[in-house]
């Protein structure tokens, strides 16, 4: 028989992320201040909490370090329980913005980051922001609040099942209804949150558990090792790359992690394998590396799908289909494809990889590295042939005077501009497209655009979340006139957080991507023009500094000045552009230069087929 014992003999308490065992300092819920545990003395159990601190602790113990949101009358316990917490609050003028200012903590860090806001039309804001983390891949928690749940207060006033809501959209949604299943919880959404692949989960506090009483504490959180890829489909990749004739590495968004990053740079440099990027995988190896052939930034019918149609096998390293797929499969046809990521492919019908090789990226990546030599089939000299036409094309626009800018005129200016570690954060919008195409990113994670959910209104709080995170980098917002006057309203927050970033807002004055596709399908222009605010005014309205530009010239000058000038806060530049030239090359001049490409190739190819068979060692 057991008899009953004082809390001693095994005790593991946790501090800040890290295990605590006996003989180690841990903390005493009550106070949070330490106290040494030796082994066989007694430990009187801490008494007990409010269920708001106990989830406060928990989300310190999974080193949490912001909340973003818009607290409300049923986050009243958790908002007193945050008052003495490490967390900082960063209160925000829309339920949307703090979503997605927390989904950009998560991308940045791998960690979840963690928003907040009340019940129903709080809540709800949350709806576009849980997409967004979940369909790129971002770790987010989202804790809203609710009515009382043993009683009810008002009827159902305000009331949304918001668990039911958001479980299409997350990882894991559930309703707090004991404040001692709140360690448990907690650590399960962040554990969900955050392993592969990371995206959204959602806790929701109803007010009358917040303020009860429990015994529970944190969780310890200790470190899982990822599975590894099995010998056998190392192997036969291994084989299939050595006998490949034109093997080309693309690199999608779940290869952007710093692990990741640091083996695909050695094998690129050690086997020569030329690569492409999605938009969400740029920067994982640099875009200056002589290997690198472009981003596909187009869905097709660009200089990079050249590349890929010449390739008989692809490395697809990172990538699914939630991110819009850079090339579509067809049954029976090349490329071979084989799918490296943390989880198996997501078949569909533009994507039915013929190996998969399912493991910790990293590893797999180092162990092809350690097993592949460039080898003398291997012949990568029509796409390095490619790559010096596609350079020659995007020197195209880079210097043109023309006022309104020209989109790449906007992409070269601001690459001259921004350090090599700088971020750029695009909303969604036309130049999306010239920033994918155009802009140079030497770092991951330096040109942060959307390319699974996509959404317009996201630029600016990404920005506002780096410039927290990375108060010493040059921080930039890449916005259009439509997307920024989406959460235009968070430019109160930047200025009262004292954050130190600069919003450039390209203005044609329309909804300009839906405008071309509108254009380009043949119907007449209807219902996509625009009329703006004065954006300097706005500005400067809310205590941020505006600009406006009037020349091609002006804009370099303008934005050396909010970059490397001696003015530090909130800078907000209106760029008037013109995309009709630029949708010219992407309609009609591109495609005929693909397709000439495409059949000098065709013409070579026969000649050096026909020249093979009438070899007199032909067989």
């Known amino acids: 028989m057991f008899r009953s014992q004082p809390i001693a003999k095994l005790v593991c308490l946790h501090l800040r992320g890290a295990a605590r065992t006996f003989g180690h300092e841990a903390p005493e819920a009550s106070t949070g201040t330490l106290s040494k545990i030796g082994i066989g003395e007694e430990v009187t159990r801490p008494r007990s909490m409010k269920t708001s601190d106990v989830l406060v602790k928990a989300l310190e113990n999974e080193n949490i370090e912001y909340i973003f949101g818009i607290p409300g009358e049923e986050n009243l316990d958790f908002l007193d329980s945050l008052r003495g917490s490490s967390i900082k609050l960063v209160v925000t003028r829309h339920e949307q913005a703090a979503g997605f200012m927390a989904a950009t903590v998560g991308r940045l860090t791998g960690k979840a980051g963690c928003c907040l806001s009340t019940l129903g039309p709080g809540a709800t804001n949350f709806a576009t922001a849980a997409a967004y983390a979940q369909l790129a891949g971002f770790p987010m928690m989202m804790i809203t609040g609710q009515k009382p749940i043993r009683k009810s207060k008002q009827g159902s006033f305000q009331i949304v099942d918001i668990v039911e809501c958001m479980r299409p959209m997350t990882k894991f949604a559930k309703q707090i209804v004991d404040g001692d299943l709140v360690p448990s919880l907690v650590r399960e959404a962040v554990r969900v949150a955050e392993e592969e692949r990371p995206g959204a989960v959602h806790l929701e506090l109803p007010e009358d558990i917040a303020g009860t009483d429990t015994d529970a504490h944190p969780f310890p959180v200790y470190p899982v090792r990822r599975p590894i890829a099995e010998d056998k489909a190392i192997n036969k990749a291994i084989e299939m790359i050595h006998n490949a004739s034109h093997p080309l590495l693309l690199i999608g968004a779940g290869a952007n992690r710093k692990l990741t990053q640091k083996m695909l ?47 008989d096998l692809i490395i697809n390293v990172g990538h699914d289909v939630v991110e819009k797929p850079p090339f579509l499969m067809k049954f029976g046809e090349p490329p071979l494809v084989i799918h490296v990521n943390f989880y198996s492919a997501k078949v569909d019908n533009v994507y039915f990889p013929q190996l998969e090789v399912v493991g910790d990226i990293a590893n797999t990546i180092w162990k092809f590295k350690e097993r592949l030599k460039n080898q ?17 094309h995007m020197l195209k626009g880079v210097d043109d005077p023309r006022f309104p800018l020209v989109p790449q005129r906007v992409v070269a200016d601001l690459r001259k501009q921004v350090p090599h570690d700088g971020i750029v954060c695009l909303d969604n919008g036309m130049y999306k497209i010239w920033f994918a195409r155009c802009y140079k990113a030497y770092e991951r994670n330096t040109l942060l655009l959307d390319n699974a959910l996509a959404s317009m209104g996201a630029g600016l709080p990404s920005a506002m979340a780096a410039a927290i995170l990375h108060p010493e980098k040059k921080i930039v ?7 920024f006057m989406m959460n235009s309203q968070e430019l109160e927050t930047c200025v009262r957080l004292k954050l130190n970033l600069t919003v450039l807002i390209l203005n044609d004055n329309a909804y300009g991507m839906i405008k071309w596709k509108q254009n380009l399908v043949g119907f007449e222009k209807f219902g996509l023009n625009l009329g703006n605010p004065d954006f300097v005014a706005y500005a400067n309205s ?44 992407l309609d009609h001049e591109l495609p005929k230069l693909i397709q000439k490409r495409k059949s000098q190739e065709a013409s070579q190819t026969g000649i050096s087929k026909a020249l093979a068979s009438a070899s007199p060692n032909a067989v």
């Open 376 to 392: 003398p089939c291997w012949d990568t000299s029509f796409m390095l042939d490619v790559k010096k036409e596609f350079e020659a």
């Open 477 to 483: 917002a890449v916005c259009g006139d439509g997307g």
């Open 542 to 585: 809310y205590g941020a500094k505006g600009y406006r530009v009037t020349s091609a010239d002006e804009y370099s000058k303008i934005l050396h000045e909010c970059l490397h000038g001696n003015h530090e806060g909130v800078k907000v530049v209106e760029v008037p552009v013109d995309y009709t030239w630029a949708n010219e090359i």
């Open 265 to 311: 740079r050695e094998f690129v440099d050690q086997v020569h394998i030329p690569f492409v990027t999605t938009q969400m995988g740029k920067g994982v190896v640099s875009d200056d590396h002589p290997l690198y052939l472009g981003c596909c930034a187009l869905s097709a019918k660009d200089y990079v799908h050249v590349c890929i149609e010449k390739a």
